[in-house]
Structure formats: structure tokens, C-alpha cells
């Protein structure tokens, strides 16, 4: 279940950095390929010299006041 879980957030970070590439960023379909492309060629958990995103994740959930 948690594998299956990690695909999901995979894949709406996927799609909401495509909306947010197309809709603002004004990047026609050839300019998403390609940044696409080269996000594919990195590694997920890259470290940029202050720790991996990874870490700085909470684990911890909360609710926002809607029910």
C-alpha cells in the first residue's frame, strides 16, 4: 500500500509541475519535453549541500479545519 502511495504523489507532482510549467511558465510542448527529459536524467533524492529533500519532509499529517 505505501508503494502504491508513493506512485500517486509521484504522479500528481508530475502533473502539477506540468500545469504549473504550461499554464504559467508559458512552455509550449517542445520546451516541456525537454525539461522533462533532463529532470529524467538526475536522481530523485539529489542532495544540494544542505541535506536531501527527503529529510526535510514532515511526517506528520493535520487537518485544516474542513470536514
Known sequence: MVHNG??????QLI???YD???SVGKLLNE???SVFS???KGE???NRGD???VDKVFD???MKGTS
Not at 6 to 11: F, L, R, T
Open 6 to 11: 508513493i506512485e500517486y504523489g509521484d504522479m
Open 15 to 17: 502533473a502539477e509541475a
Open 20 to 22: 504549473l510549467l504550461k
Open 31 to 33: 520546451e516541456l519535453q
Open 38 to 40: 533532463e529532470w529524467n
Open 44 to 46: 530523485l533524492l539529489d
Open 51 to 53: 541535506g536531501y529533500l
Open 60 to 62: 506528520k499529517t493535520g
